[in-house]
């Protein structure tokens, strides 16, 4: 269940930032996470509640823009959309590949008050 | 509630400990973790607030002080974006990276490595694949050759630094308490009592478990995932992180081969599926089968610097 160290890096640095803004709370916190960043989805959305209890996020808005799995494939050079790293390329076979989008797990923006 | 290991109080929070230490009367070195859950003061936070006046002389210019944030006051509704937002609100475009601080602690971590020749390795699997025989048989056939430190990463007991200890190699238990992974500033926490000496093999055997630790960078050189013949083949293809995210896979147990449904053709197929870079070793820690190998590909990982 490391969702649970995520939320609370993701609480961590909506608290920072607040603060750093002089703002004291926040309305809408907006995600970016990769499909193959390693996040089950459920899981995050199951502990966030706890994670932001008490903390500047508690009724903020939270945004999750999913980015679907991108590779290069080493041998053909196609680049392709992937679910799970052991896809292989669609064109060759090959599972030699280069992740180009899908590992993201960022803060992207704050909307405070 | 801990924001890096997740653990949920002074009782289940991480712990630095010797060999031979009761589990009891610990020194909790992790001070520096928040604990959220606990009774975390809201007003405090309003009070720091006001200690970073600087910030609004920020606004304009875009501060870049203290991290990658941009922040822009919306003061007018601007109907071109759409956006319309009230008088005091602010979007903040933050960003950040969610396990920046870890990644920072590892990049730390590595360089500190570097600077003393030290090859860290980060040993990860699930639960019962034999991480600590493989390490122990390792150590009681290198130790003469070649200088080793150990961190022991668990949940709970100190049985196994006892173990290796019993070795006369220096180590280290970590217990995370609650957490499910070992991080990058448990490491360094750890690493600073090792007081390790140059051109050295430091161990790092993580808590038994093929999810989560794969997200967490501890500053390792290589990251070795160890499966054995007693799991299912298919298992870098349920836990495709882990796989990918490894250098080695060494596959142990070999000696059980004759009395188990295990293709290790199979196994390193779907491993290459996942991670086509991976480097394989067949291995049986009990009857030292295969070991060589690893052995020797641990030497010329760690090239002695000559003065």
């Given at each position: 269940m490391h969702e649970l160290s995520i939320a609370m890096g993701i609480v961590k640095i909506a608290e920072s930032e607040t603060h750093k803004a002089g703002a004291s709370k926040v309305e809408c916190i907006e995600l970016e996470i990769g499909k193959l960043a390693g996040i089950e989805f459920e899981s995050l959305d199951f502990v966030w509640p706890l994670a932001v209890k008490n903390t500047v996020l508690e009724q903020a808005e939270k945004r999750v823009e999913v980015i679907q799995g991108q590779a290069r494939c080493m041998d053909c050079d196609t680049v392709f959309e992937l679910e799970k790293f052991y896809d292989s390329c669609p064109v060759c076979r090959s599972n030699l590949k280069a992740i180009l989008k899908g590992k993201e797990l960022r803060v992207k923006a704050l909307e405070v008050i | 509630m801990c924001g890096t290991c997740g653990c949920g109080s002074e009782e289940g929070g991480v712990r630095i400990l010797m060999p031979g230490m009761q589990q009891e009367g610990h020194t909790h070195s992790h001070e520096h973790h928040h604990h959220h859950g606990n009774s975390h003061d809201h007003?405090?936070?309003?009070?720091?607030?006001?200690?970073?006046?600087?910030?609004?002389?920020?606004?304009?210019?875009?501060?870049?002080?203290?991290?990658?944030?941009?922040?822009?006051?919306?003061?007018?509704?601007?109907?071109?974006g759409g956006i319309t937002l009230a008088p005091n609100k602010k979007i903040l475009e933050v960003e950040q990276d969610v396990l920046q601080h870890n990644q920072v602690m590892a990049a730390r971590n590595r360089g500190y490595f570097e600077?003393?020749?030290?090859?860290?390795?980060?040993?990860?699997?699930?639960?019962?694949?034999?991480?600590?025989?493989?390490?122990?048989?390792?150590?009681?056939?290198?130790?003469?050759?070649?200088?080793?430190?150990?961190?022991?990463?668990?949940?709970?007991?100190?049985?196994?630094?006892?173990?290796?200890?019993?070795?006369?190699?220096?180590?280290?238990?970590?217990?995370?308490?609650?957490?499910?992974?070992?991080?990058?500033?448990?490491?360094?926490?750890?690493?600073?009592?090792?007081?390790?000496?140059?051109?050295?093999?430091?161990?790092?055997?993580?808590?038994?478990?093929?999810?989560?630790?794969?997200?967490?960078?501890?500053?390792?050189?290589?990251?070795?995932?160890?499966?054995?013949?007693?799991?299912?083949?298919?298992?870098?293809?349920?836990?495709?992180?882990?796989?990918?995210?490894?250098?080695?896979?060494?596959?142990?147990?070999?000696?059980?081969?004759?009395?188990?449904?295990?293709?290790?053709?199979?196994?390193?197929?779907?491993?290459?599926?996942?991670?086509?870079?991976?480097?394989?070793?067949?291995?049986?820690?009990?009857?030292?089968?295969?070991?060589?190998?690893?052995?020797?590909?641990?030497?010329?990982?760690?090239?002695p610097k000559k003065a």
């Open positions: - | 007003d405090h936070s309003h009070d720091h607030d006001h200690s970073h006046t600087h910030n609004h002389s920020h606004d304009h210019d875009h501060g870049h002080a203290h991290s990658h944030a941009h922040s822009h006051e919306h003061k007018h509704s601007h109907d071109d600077a003393l020749n030290i090859l860290p390795l980060n040993l990860v699997s699930s639960p019962g694949s034999g991480k600590t025989s493989l390490l122990e048989r390792t150590l009681k056939d290198l130790k003469d050759t070649l200088d080793f430190y150990v961190i022991e990463g668990d949940q709970q007991t100190v049985n196994d630094a006892n173990r290796i200890s019993a070795l006369d190699v220096p180590v280290i238990q970590i217990n995370t308490g609650k957490g499910c992974h070992l991080e990058s500033d448990m490491v360094f926490e750890a690493v600073k009592q090792l007081q390790m000496k140059a051109n050295a093999i430091l161990m790092i055997e993580n808590v038994g478990n093929l999810v989560c630790p794969s997200m967490f960078d501890l500053g390792e050189k290589k990251r070795v995932v160890i499966i054995s013949t007693t799991e299912g083949e298919d298992k870098p293809l349920k836990y495709p992180d882990m796989f990918h995210s490894s250098d080695i896979c060494i596959i142990n147990k070999t000696d059980l081969l004759p009395y188990v449904n295990f293709d290790v053709g199979k196994v390193k197929d779907y491993a290459l599926q996942v991670n086509a870079n991976l480097k394989f070793f067949e291995v049986s820690a009990t009857t030292g089968e295969g070991m060589e190998a690893w052995y020797e590909w641990l030497k010329e990982q760690i090239v």
